[in-house]
């Protein structure tokens, strides 16, 4: 059965925001590489559009490669959108779900191939609320964002995890991997 697999990126103090971290060279280079191991990548609306910022760097390149690699790599991947407003998408790799996020993850576990990534927040959380996350893969960048929205703020029960992994970078960011130990 293929792993679900929540890839998200936080500050210290636990804010989920794109725009707060510090990304670096090495940090591009690690998501290309677990980009290449997965087979898809479920998104909600927001961060979609967010990760539709990566698409200039198909037709202007950036001066760093590591930039351009991902790039590359998140246009490859297929993207599934779950949306209540969006009702198309112009992204070839993208499609918008035709059926709710609970029965998509468990269609998918349910096929053969590589791991499922899920790269929102609220899909997090949906899917942490429904027992359907099996790894959590959380890049902490060292900085106290001081506002914004928490990564796990709406999770009510209480969960645990295994630490399994660590992944240090030279500027101080961090991979923490964790199994969720009471995941059904």
């Not at 709710?100 to 929102?120: A, M, P, Y």
């Not at 949906?126 to 964002?145: F, R």
């Not at 992994?165 to 969720?180: A, Q």
Request: charged share 25%; net charge negative; with cysteine.
């Amino acid at each position: 059965m293929r792993k679900v697999i929540a890839a998200i990126n936080m500050t210290i103090d636990g804010v989920f925001d794109h725009t707060a971290g510090l990304p670096d060279e090495e940090i591009h280079q690690h998501y290309t590489e677990l980009l290449d191991h997965g087979d898809v990548i479920l998104y909600g609306r927001k961060t979609y559009q967010l990760m539709e910022y990566w698409r200039t760097f198909l037709e202007n390149s950036s001066e760093e490669k590591s930039m351009n690699d991902f790039a590359i790599a998140i246009d490859k991947i297929p993207k599934i959108v779950f949306s209540n407003t969006l009702k198309n998408v112009d992204w070839k790799s993208a499609v918008i779900a035709n059926r709710d996020l609970k029965e998509t993850v468990l269609e998918l576990k349910q096929q053969s191939g590589n791991d499922i990534f899920i790269g929102s927040r609220s899909l997090i959380i949906q899917l942490m609320k429904l027992n359907l996350i099996d790894e959590l893969q959380l890049c902490i960048y060292p900085v106290i964002a001081g506002n914004g929205l928490q990564l796990f703020e709406n999770i009510i029960d209480r969960t645990i995890l295994k630490l399994t992994n660590t992944k240090t970078f030279k500027g101080g960011g961090i991979i923490l991997y964790y199994e969720l130990t009471n995941n059904s």
